[in-house]
C-alpha cells in the first residue's frame, strides 16, 4: 500500500466501573472505508461499519485495558482528497468524539487511522 497516509494516535476515555461501552465510527467527507476493532486482543468488530458497538458485558471491569481501531479509507469522492473518521464512544463518565483528518497523497489513495484508545 504504498500509496497509503498512516495516522496514529492515542487517546484517553474513562469508563465506569463494571459497565460496558458502545463504539460507532463514521468515515466523512462522501469517502468510503471500514473498521477493525479489537479489545483484549479479541476481534470484537465486524471490520465494515461500526454503528454503537458494544465492548464489555455487564460486569466487565474495563479499567486498565485498551480498544484498538483500525479504519481505512479509501479516496472515492472527485470533488475532495480530504478523508475523516470520527469516532464516539459512549457509556463512559461522557460521551466522547474524537475526530481526525487527513488527505490522501495520489487519487484514491487510501488513509490508515489507528487510534488506540486507553479505557480509565
Do not use: H
Not at 461499519?49 to 474495563?62: E, P, Q, W, Y
Not at 470533488?79 to 466522547?96: A, D, I
Request: glycine share 10%; proline share 4%; hydrophobic share 30%.
Amino acid at each position: 500500500m504504498s500509496d497509503a497516509v498512516i495516522i496514529t494516535k492515542t487517546e484517553d476515555y474513562e469508563v465506569k466501573p463494571k459497565t460496558p461501552i458502545t463504539l460507532t465510527v463514521d468515515i466523512g467527507e462522501g469517502q468510503v472505508g471500514g473498521t477493525a476493532v479489537t479489545w483484549k486482543n479479541n476481534i470484537v468488530g465486524p471490520g465494515g461499519a461500526v454503528t454503537d458497538l458494544v465492548i464489555g458485558r455487564t460486569n466487565d471491569d474495563l479499567r486498565g485495558t485498551s480498544l484498538d481501531c483500525t479504519t481505512t479509507v479509501k479516496d472515492v469522492n472527485p470533488n475532495t482528497n480530504s478523508t475523516s473518521v470520527t469516532y464516539t464512544l459512549k457509556g463512559g463518565t461522557q460521551q466522547r468524539s474524537f475526530t481526525y483528518s487527513a488527505e490522501v497523497n495520489v487519487p484514491e489513495g487510501r488513509v490508515i487511522y489507528s487510534v488506540t484508545f486507553l479505557l480509565e
